[in-house]
């Protein structure tokens, strides 16, 4: 076996293994800030207070029942993690024992 022959194969098992470490993630605090920080960074906050106007003049910040929008992202994020559904995204790990 030549060493290119090797060096794919070696890659190849890495990359395959490789989203075996990535289960470290909290998602009570992770996932919510990856949201929080999704949300500042793209255009949702100009998109409101263009489409939407006088209901959210203040974008990310408007108040809605006494939440931010951003606030209420970050709890779907965490809602999402928790959901009742027994195949959501983080239901499904916790059934493979992980």
Not at 18 to 28: F, M, N, P, S, V
Not at 66 to 77: E, Q
């Amino acid at each position: 076996m030549n060493k290119i022959t090797y060096a794919y194969i070696v890659i190849f098992i890495l990359v395959l293994f490789a989203g075996l470490a990535a289960d470290a993630y909290d998602d009570q605090k992770t996932h919510p800030k990856i949201t929080e920080n999704a949300a500042i960074t793209s255009n949702v906050d100009s998109y409101l207070k263009i489409n939407f106007g006088s209901q959210f003049s203040s974008g990310l910040i408007t108040d809605l029942n006494s939440i931010k929008v951003v606030d209420w992202l970050t709890k779907g994020a965490t809602a999402e993690d928790d959901g009742p559904w027994p195949y959501c995204r983080r239901s499904t790990w916790k059934l493979w024992g992980r």
